[in-house]
């Protein structure tokens, strides 16, 4: 059964349209058709509003997480580690990379912090267990760093869509900033991806791999030319994200008994 799990955080971002995440939240989950809803009260912090998702996240079926701030994710991404482990990537479509610590934000704002804290480094009462390995990321659409954030990224050597092994199950987040020319986000920045070409990489991963959860994130309304751009673009990632487990059921098959001759359209 598909779930969409409604989160309408704020509190981990400093943006001032933050407060217009909670009716973006609200829309993307209306924007999901034929879905069981769950929504998320938040709560005094955001370890209360972690442990509320906890308990609230379903043991089976295919979620898809809306938010809300990227801060969001932190629950789904560590139960999806806890059931695959080792075989999860986490592939992250985000203009930024929300890889500061506390002690290198420029904000404080825990949205900033989120993908850093899944790997184990981050607020020490939101720290999950187990944690990410750097090798388990993978970043899109990233354009804006703060210094500390890319010292870290090349350190730890965390690459692109190129670096998941083919044996990977996939959670994938989306930022909507990661969208060139959206205005409905706290901090939109140029340069990035059309809403097709963000459709087509979804697609594209979703005829490789297994995608086991989604996250979309930031939206906080103001245009109504994104909202019409939304109401077209997160039914459809959401139909190919769910719809990646019966294709790799079929790409398995068709590599155990080869046909003759194989014609592939549309994945």
């Known amino acids: ?70 801060g969001v994710e932190l629950e789904p991404v560590a139960a999806a580690l806890r059931r695959y482990g080792d075989r999860l990537n986490v592939v992250w479509f985000d203009a930024h990379g929300d890889m ?21 480094e981050g607020p020490h009462d939101l720290v999950p267990s187990p944690a990410l390995r750097p090798n388990q990321v993978a970043l899109a659409g990233t354009r804006s760093l703060d210094p500390a954030e890319a010292d870290y990224i090349r350190e730890a050597g ?8 083919d044996n990977a199950v996939l959670y994938i987040h989306v930022d909507l ?48 030319r994104d909202e019409e751009m939304l109401r077209r673009l997160v039914p459809e990632l959401v139909r190919l994200c769910g719809a990646s487990g019966p294709w ?9 008994w080869p046909a003759w001759r194989l014609e592939e359209r549309d994945g």
Request: glycine fraction near 12%; charged fraction near 15%.
């Open 1 to 70: 059964m598909l779930t969409v799990v409604e989160i309408p955080q704020w509190q981990g971002s400093l943006s001032p349209t933050a407060p217009k995440l909670v009716e973006g939240a609200s829309r993307l989950a209306a924007m999901v058709p034929q879905a069981r809803h769950v929504r998320v009260d938040t709560g005094d912090t955001l370890a209360e509003t972690a442990a509320r998702v906890r308990r609230a996240l379903p043991q089976d079926g295919f979620i898809v997480t809306v938010g809300g701030d990227c």
């Open 100 to 120: 500061n610590t506390p002690a290198t934000s420029p904000s404080g704002a825990f949205h900033g912090m989120i993908l850093r804290t899944l790997q184990g």
């Open 158 to 165: 965390i690459g692109g869509l190129s670096g998941i092994g």
């Open 177 to 224: 900033d990661v969208l060139d020319g959206i205005t409905s986000v706290g901090y939109p920045e140029p340069g990035g991806l059309s809403a097709q070409a963000l459709a087509e990489a979804v697609a594209a991963l979703a005829a490789r791999h297994e995608i086991v959860g989604l996250g979309i994130t930031e939206y906080a309304p103001s245009d109504p």
């Open 248 to 256: 790799q059921i079929e790409r398995h098959a068709a590599d155990a």
